[in-house]
């Protein structure tokens, strides 16, 4: 018996290995490896899918977040707002900036911000010290943006979306990235869109808040050799912008392969018992993650482990109970459905070249694993 992969970003390059084979050829003849025309033509292309006016390559996701939210001008005695059901880089980032983070609890059913909580917590801050609201589309799953949109816009907060889990995610017919002042992607390699290696952007359609990131991308360099700002060294580098290119071409496709697995993983777990993913018609979900739920999650990861069926738990301690973090980071009230997630959630294989017959061999010990529905 073969293992299964919770994720396999190998597949995907033999997958597209012809075309990125001759982007890499391309870039190496080429003798120009850092901020040239592969760059430049990928952050064109990337700010057209998602349908915002600039797009600007940087080092990673963490930096996308970090650079985005100093070109908006937040830092230093300003807070952030976001979730701690997220990756520990969201967090991470905004504390990079020099701003303080300030975390809310999740909607239990996408796992995302809780709109509610966040209206809560702007209504307490008098003084204005919000300055930004970090939502994280997790998983590939929109966030409730009409209503986040519209307390930050009444709260006059940036909305910078955490988009590292939702390339080409939708929500009401607009891609995520286009709701907010600003929206920081990942290509880290097991991402929808993922690189070779590291790489971000920050998407935007504010021409000063991109022209910012441009210039603190490069030693806030006003002009070369001249930095007018204290920048950063974050640049997207000319071999992962071409593969990307090639890989954004697939990315649909590729993402519509995700949904048609997770639509078949939905079916065969119905009746196991298993809390499964929530989809609305509003949404257009691109399954980053299929994330089902257990109160027997370590027994059943043991049993699919066994099997040879790798799982991952993203993730299992949110960021307030961190060893990094506990203790002295702030909480809004407090986070249950966040502490109960993280207890309860596992992630199934998933990946655009997983096959039909695997995901029938997971749900097959799945249902074979875990006890009838009381
Ligand atoms: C991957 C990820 C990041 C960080 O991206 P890096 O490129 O690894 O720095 C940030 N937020 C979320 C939600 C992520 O999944």
Redesign the pocket.
Known sequence: MTDIPQSNPGANYFAHQTEIDAAVQRVLHGGWYILGAETAAFEQEFAAYIGAAHAVGVG??????CLALRAAGVGSGQQVATVAH??V??VA?IEMCGATPLLIDIDPATYTMDAGQLQQCLQQDSGRSIRAVVP?H?YGCPADLGAIAALTAQHGALLLE?C??AHGAALDGRKLGAWGQAA?F???PT?NLGALG???MVVTSDAALAARVRSLREYGWRERYVSETAGVNSRLDELQAAVLRVKLRHLDAENAGRRALACHYQGLLANSGLGLPASSSAGWQVY?QYVVRSKQRDALRAGLATAGIKTLVHYPVPVHLQPAYAGRIAVHRSLPHTEAAAREIMSLPMFPELSFADVETVAAQLVQLQPANP
């Open positions: 990673s996701g963490t930096d996308a977040l997220t990756a880089a969201t980032a994280v997790l955490d590292s889990q920081a990942s290509f880290y991402k590291d790489g971000g980053h």
